[in-house]
């Protein structure tokens, strides 16, 4: 069975097993969202998600043993069940979904949130899943969970794939050839790393997708975890906790409060605090 398909299954049998997830997936149905667009050449939608409250307002997860992690098998809720992958990972239907069909696909194994040379497995899955985007949040670009390795996964909006804007920096690899698209985000991650010697890894968030027969990858290098609305008080904050999702152009908020205040002067600031520019 093709995985699109399988995945399909996953998630109608999920959502009559697994309470949660179906009124997850309930409520996303019924989201309010807003749209701002600069010209006709970005456009950001703001969605008010409140399920997501508890993993925006964590501190990503760094000395989680094992026994604790929430992606490690033996921890997850009892009633997920998934799809193995590459015979290392297992596709999960995400609980707190931002994304219709969205995925969670971690390692098997408790090991930290590092790309390495996982742009190959990446790949390989858009491939297998041409509706769907497949993303990558570092430790401190948007992953909740930074010491177990996971990959995300979700429907294509368009708003999803728009690319380079000069709201915030995207650099953009295409190729129909996988191994020219591996070497090209080797390049592009040795200029980041140049960006950012401190770092055990540069801060990016990177989408990849299928267009037609091409690969594309979309790496949003980053220069802050959070705007600086985030951690102010009263009128002025503003929760927002950017990840790929957030870079590519669908900004999550979880406060009522925020969705309603929220306007393009804020989301200009927020790009331009969290993105790295680029030459
Ligand atoms: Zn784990």
Same mark, same amino acid.
């Given at each position: 069975m093709q995985l699109q398909t399988e995945i399909e299954h996953l998630f109608s049998t999920q959502q009559k097993e697994w309470d949660q997830l179906r009124s997850a997936v309930r409520q996303l149905d019924d989201m309010k969202t807003k749209t701002f667009s600069w010209d006709d050449q970005l456009h950001v939608n703001v969605q008010f998600n409140p399920a997501r409250s508890a993993l925006m307002e964590a $501190?990503?997860?760094?000395?989680?043993k094992p026994g604790v992690c929430c992606l490690c098998e033996p921890n997850r809720p009892a009633q997920q069940r998934g799809i193995p992958f590459l015979d290392k990972y297992i596709i999960l239907c995400n609980p707190?979904?931002?994304?219709?069909n969205h995925l969670t696909i971690p390692l098997f194994s408790h090991v930290p949130q590092r790309m390495g040379k996982k742009i190959r497995d990446m790949l390989t899955l858009a491939e297998q899943l041409p509706d769907y985007v497949v993303f990558y949040n570092g430790p401190d670009s948007? *992953? $909740?969970? *930074?010491?177990h390795f996971h990959l995300q996964a979700g429907r294509k909006m368009?708003?999803?794939?728009?690319g380079d804007h000069e709201l915030r920096s995207c650099l953009t690899i295409e190729s129909e050839n996988k191994n020219e698209v591996e070497e090209l985000f080797d390049d592009v991650l040795h200029y980041l790393k140049g960006r950012q010697p401190e770092k055990e890894e540069p801060m990016m968030n990177v989408i990849t997708y299928m267009d037609k027969n091409s690969y594309r990858v979309q790496v949003f290098p980053r220069?802050?975890?959070?705007? $600086?609305c985030y951690y102010m008080e009263g009128k002025e904050k503003i929760l927002v906790s950017p990840g790929a999702i957030d870079m590519a152009g669908c900004i999550i908020t979880v406060r009522e409060e925020d969705f309603d205040k929220i306007e393009k002067q804020h989301i200009i600031e927020i790009f331009t605090q969290v993105s790295l520019p680029v030459i």
């Open positions: $501190s990503p997860q760094r000395e989680n707190f979904p931002i994304l219709r948007g *992953a $909740s969970i *930074a010491d368009p708003v999803l794939l728009q220069r802050a975890h959070r705007p $600086s």
